[in-house]
């Protein structure tokens, strides 16, 4: 079936702009993550959905940085007067959240190049 | 959730087994052991999982000591497609609480001699 799927693939803009990248995730996962991985580090967690319950927010960097989930399913993450420092691969991944031993399913990520 | 310890890379040649070490001294009793890989310009994909006794799925298994404060991922015959960061997280989903994203540290750089 069909994967997590990301948009755009590759994002550059001008230092100060908003961008927004869009994730897709397996039909009928409630459970959603954003991560960002900079270039030679490791993944860090941003943000995660589960159902209808509160976001966990504990993950962003900054209020510059803001996601919604429409409708339990597409999530949008979002980035306000971009700096250099946001240049990052952005990972969404999509759980069933059946259990601890759940799997997180990744998109191919969104790369963004801060001018 | 509890840290883990991976060598920064690894090298193995083409159609030989690989034994990917993780120690995790500190693991709690409801820490469960996950691995997943990072294929070049790819995001994360699951490999395998284990509590206590050994696993095998189509892609690995996986050993678990005994006094589980460490474990080892064997794929069985690598290829140059599993040229790949390998890591190896704990999650204590139970007690986790809303706090269910994995952790990742920074892996194990395998590389595949063909």
């Known amino acids: 079936g069909a994967g997590v799927s990301q948009s755009p693939s590759n994002k550059v803009t001008e230092k100060g702009k908003d961008v927004e990248l869009r994730c897709d995730p397996i039909?009928?996962?409630?459970?959603l993550y954003w991560y960002r991985q900079s270039l030679g580090q490791g993944l860090e967690f941003l943000i995660y959905f589960q159902g209808n319950s509160a976001p966990d927010k504990s993950g962003l960097p900054s209020d510059r940085f803001s996601a919604e989930r429409t409708g339990g399913s597409v999530s949008t993450l979002t980035i306000q007067r971009t700096q250099q420092e946001d240049s990052a691969v952005y990972l969404c991944a999509s759980s069933s959240n059946r259990g601890p031993w759940e799997t997180q399913y990744f998109g191919p990520g969104t790369r963004l190049l801060v001018l | 959730d509890a840290k883990t310890t991976q060598p920064n890379s690894m090298e193995s040649n083409e159609e030989e087994p690989v034994h990917l070490p993780c120690n995790h001294s500190?693991?709690?009793?409801?820490?469960?052991i996950h691995w997943y890989r990072q294929l070049p310009s790819q995001g994360p994909e699951y490999v395998i999982h284990?509590?206590?006794s050994n696993v095998n799925n189509r892609m690995a298994s996986l050993a678990i000591a005994e006094d589980r404060k460490s474990s080892t991922l064997i794929l069985h015959r690598a290829t140059l497609r599993d040229a790949a960061v390998y890591y190896c997280i704990l999650r204590d989903v139970i007690n986790a609480g809303s706090a269910r994203q994995l952790t990742f540290g920074s892996g194990t750089q395998l590389t595949v001699l063909p």
């Open positions: 039909s009928g996962h409630t459970a």
């Open positions: 500190t693991i709690s009793g409801t820490d469960y």
């Open positions: 284990g509590l206590t």
